[in-house]
T-cell receptor
Framework: KAGVTQTPRYLIKTRGQQVTLSCSPI?????VSWYQQTPGQGLQFLFE???????NKGNFPGRFSGRQFSNSRSEMNVSTLELGDSALYLC???????????FGPGTRLTVL | TQLLEQSPQFLSIQEGENLTVYCNSS?????LQWYRQEPGEGPVLLVT?????EVKKLKRLTFQFGDARKDSSLHITAAQPGDTGLYLC???????????FGKGTRLSVIA
């Protein structure tokens, strides 16, 4: 069974630009969560989508948004990029009513 | 406020040594998970401990959940270079709420 896939794996943007990251969950998983990982703050929760609806949201500004499609694939968008948005963005999926997250390899975003 | 504090943040040891990593909180969790993350990859679940006082063993790794379900430890016996990575603990709260992650312990085992 294929794992969680994320595209692209690496991305370089400049301040003020916007970016869209994509995540394909494990087949059958309807929950997709997004995390930002930085050396200073660790893994921080961005949001979770379940059946195309945002179920949980972390403490991030409105520049960070996401959506989920009917096939459970998810995208997150960051508008007006700032230097501090440079991070590894991880996507994770899980079965309904379980707690085990299956993570993708992440997208490394660098903002110059 | 970091709900889960991990210590130490960094650990560099020689192959064959033993080590313990701690994960502490003032909050009670329904269960606690340990993940390992290697460079260029996402975290991978190692174990979930559910019951207060529970001890689980995974080869040379021993995981313990505190009696009050607020803290946990990971002990590695005779560490090997393959154990190198970032170890993350994650607290599980009521169903369908986000996991709470510690900042991690970066372990380096030198041959």
């Amino acid at each position: 069974k294929a794992g969680v896939t994320q595209t692209p794996r690496y991305l370089i943007k400049t301040r003020g630009q916007q970016v869209t990251l994509s995540c394909s969950p494990i087949s059958g998983h309807r929950s997709v969560s997004w995390y930002q990982q930085t050396p200073g703050q660790g893994l921080q929760f961005l949001f979770e989508y379940f059946s195309e609806t945002q179920r949980n949201k972390g403490n991030f500004p409105g520049r960070f948004s996401g959506r989920q499609f009917s096939n459970s694939r998810s995208e997150m968008n960051v508008s007006t990029l700032e230097l501090g948005d440079s991070a590894l963005y991880l996507c994770a999926s899980r079965w309904d009513n379980t707690d085990t997250q299956y993570f993708g390899p992440g997208t490394r975003l660098t903002v110059l | 406020t970091q709900l889960l504090e991990q210590s130490p943040q960094f650990l560099s040891i020689q192959e064959g040594e033993n080590l313990t990593v701690y994960c502490n909180s003032s909050s009670v969790f329904s269960s606690l998970q340990w993940y390992r993350q290697e460079p260029g990859e996402g975290p991978v679940l190692l174990v979930t401990v559910v019951t207060g006082g529970e001890v689980k063993k995974l080869k040379r790794l021993t995981f313990q959940f505190g009696d009050a379900r607020k803290d946990s430890s990971l002990h590695i016996t005779a560490a090997q270079p393959g154990d190198t990575g970032l170890y993350l603990c994650a607290g599980v709260r009521p169903r369908n709420t986000p996991l709470v992650f510690g900042k991690g312990t970066r372990l380096s085992v030198i041959a």
